[in-house]
């Protein structure tokens, strides 16, 4: 199977760019996977942002610690499987933290919503809950992929070795900046630190520029704003052999419609 993973999409811009890009390559891949947490306005995702990224061919919406920026989304997260937040929240937290679904060709794929505790807020560990969660879904399919939504890229290696052999894919989300580290681990597990952001290049990991800048300078709070201009779309194609859960290929993707794709 082959399965196309976007980084996490900010605002307008970012959406805009995701929209132009499944229009013209959806059809190349099995099951699409979309990282939206920061899809409305930089923060968050809303219910009408959630239906257009179904619309457009998107298989599941991953999330991450602005899962519950937008209130609206609360119940909407109770009631999909298409949509997920980091599963090792508290219990009685809205939402699904993993889910089961099929791909183009019938066959079962797991994903994995986690949260890292490094330089983030206090979450349950993500290395016990996905053993755990894993256990369970293994016994259904062993195509199993994982977004762990982290700051730290020592967090992020320690838990993807931690799952090699266990997980078909294991890629980082959060940092907003893709990172060239794409590989196989040695038990079949494909591998990335972040796949970066779909967004405008002209900001500060999606943010107006200025408004950053004048943060860093004065240490005062700030309105921020999406930038844009510049965009691009970034995540990762992977192929998994449906039979085995192993991954075969892990490429990085850095596109924008005019340019087309980066080397």
């Not at 993807?160 to 590989?183: C, M, N």
């Not at 972040?194 to 405008?200: E, K, L, P, V």
Request: charge should be negative; proline fraction near 2%.
């Amino acid at each position: 199977m082959k399965v196309l993973v976007v980084g996490d999409v900010v605002g307008r811009p970012g959406r805009n760019t995701l929209q132009v890009f499944l229009e013209k390559y959806k059809d190349n891949y099995d099951f699409i996977i979309v990282n939206g947490e920061n899809s409305a306005g930089g923060f968050g995702i809303t219910i009408k942002i959630a239906d257009e990224f179904l619309s457009w061919g998107v298989d599941v919406i991953s999330g991450g610690n602005h899962s519950w920026d937008k209130k609206e989304i609360y119940e909407y997260m109770d009631n999909s499987d298409r949509i997920l937040r980091p599963a090792n929240y508290p219990e009685g937290v809205c939402g699904k933290g993993y889910t089961i679904l099929e791909d183009k060709k019938g066959n079962k794929i797991a994903l994995i919503s986690l949260q890292g505790r490094v330089f983030m807020n206090a979450v349950d560990c993500p290395f016990r809950t996905s053993k755990k969660l894993i256990e369970e879904i293994s016994k259904i399919t062993k195509n199993i992929i994982v977004d762990f939504h982290a700051e730290a890229t020592s967090e992020k290696i320690a838990l993807g070795k931690y799952l090699d052999g266990e997980i078909s894919l294991f890629y980082g989300t959060h940092t907003h900046v893709q990172t060239a580290d794409e590989r196989i681990l040695n038990n079949g597990t494909g591998y990335i630190s972040d796949i970066g952001m779909t967004g405008s290049q002209n900001g500060v990991i999606g943010t107006d520029a200025e408004t950053i800048i004048n943060k860093f300078l004065t240490s005062l709070p700030q309105k921020f704003e999406v930038a844009e201009g510049d965009e691009h779309l970034c995540g990762i194609e992977v192929e998994i052999d449906e039979k085995t859960g192993k991954c075969q290929k892990i490429k990085r993707i850095n596109w924008s419609e005019n340019e087309g794709f980066r080397s």
